[in-house]
């Protein structure tokens, strides 16, 4: 049976790694605060002292942390990725990050004669849970055919989308549109408001109609409960539109529209947000 590691138990990667050991693979874990591990303990899995350790005991790894910082630390750091890489061995990084970042890591991970595959997920809380993410995987093909049987155990559908850089890019373009969607909701919910229309009617027709969707419909539903706990966190849908804005620039490509939700986020963030729901950009709208 493979041995399958996890690193990064945050809202995304407990589920995920939940998700493996309930299909019943032979899981190793570890989180940068070693509480998160318990409830993965309790379900099955064991728990490593550091991302080395779980990388030596396991076939492939796979993570999820916050962001290309957390990404790199985790790989270069001490007692990192690469101290416990070697040939054969699969690194599958389900971060959402930049291009650049990911390729970084790849160049390092083959260096020490292991694979590398990333593999970003689409998807929130609800989906990690269900095991109904889409997962959006680039790299090394025969990690890939070989990393499937997890990912069917995550996700209701993974792509295999070519060199190192195109899953990247693909969430970044997916996560850009959703930002930019949420922050032209929010900003319509209060428009509404101010004009002193009921925001359930305006859900209602929202719903009735040829934009419907269910990120509407659930956030809508949300907002009316002032209920914002994070699914996706803002500052992790921030951090999406800005490597989204990045990749735009390295491309000469003009990207108004999200530029402007940028600016919507980043005010959000600034009034102390970060750790709120990404549809809490409804208060940067109302104020
Ligand atoms: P989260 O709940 O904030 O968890 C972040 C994880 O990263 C935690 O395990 C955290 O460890 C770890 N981490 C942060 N900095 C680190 C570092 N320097 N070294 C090692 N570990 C570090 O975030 P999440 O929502 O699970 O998101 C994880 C990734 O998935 C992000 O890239 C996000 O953009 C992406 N994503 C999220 C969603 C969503 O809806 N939530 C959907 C699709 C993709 P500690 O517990 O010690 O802080």
């Given at each position: 049976m493979q041995k399958l590691g996890f690193l990064g138990l945050g809202i995304m990667g407990s589920a995920m790694a939940r998700n493996l050991?309930?299909?019943?693979?032979d899981v190793t874990v570890w989180n940068r605060s070693s509480a998160k591990c318990d409830p993965l303990v309790k379900a099955g899995a064991r728990q490593a002292d550091t991302p080395a350790a779980v990388v030596s005991a396991s076939d492939i790894t796979f993570a999820c942390v916050s962001d290309p910082e957390a990404s790199s630390e985790l790989c270069f750091g001490p007692d990192?990725?690469?101290?416990?890489?070697?040939?054969?061995?699969?690194?599958?990084?389900?971060?959402?990050?930049?291009?650049?970042?990911?390729?970084?890591?790849?160049?390092?991970?083959?260096?020490?004669?292991?694979?590398?595959?990333?593999?970003?997920?689409?998807g929130s809380k609800t989906p990690a849970i269900n095991g109904n993410l889409i997962i959006l995987a680039a790299g090394e093909?025969?990690?890939?055919?070989?990393?499937?049987?997890?990912f069917d155990a995550m996700g209701k559908m993974s792509l295999y989308l070519g060199d190192v850089g195109s899953g990247a890019a693909m969430k970044l373009v997916v996560n850009m549109i959703m930002g930019?969607?949420?922050a032209a909701f929010t900003e319509g919910m209060s428009l509404a408001e101010k004009a002193g229309l009921s925001t359930q009617d305006l859900l209602a027709i929202l719903d009735a109609g040829a934009i419907s969707n269910p990120m509407f419909r659930v956030k809508?539903?949300?907002m009316q409960d002032d209920e914002f706990s994070p699914a996706f966190p803002l500052?992790?849908?921030?951090k999406d539109i800005r490597l989204a804005l990045l990749?735009?620039?390295l491309l000469g490509h003009g990207m108004p529209t999200t530029a402007a939700a940028n600016e919507v986020f980043k005010r959000a963030r600034s009034m102390g947000l970060d750790d709120n729901d990404f549809s809490a950009v409804f208060k940067a709208s109302q104020s």
């Open positions: 050991v309930d299909a019943g693979h990192g990725v690469l101290e416990g890489m070697e040939k054969g061995k699969g690194y599958v990084d389900m971060s959402t990050i930049d291009l650049e970042t990911s390729q970084i890591i790849e160049e390092a991970v083959i260096g020490e004669g292991g694979r590398y595959l990333e593999a970003p997920v689409s093909r025969s990690l890939y055919e070989e990393a499937l049987p997890a930019t969607m949420m809508g539903a949300l500052k992790h849908a921030q990749l735009g620039d």
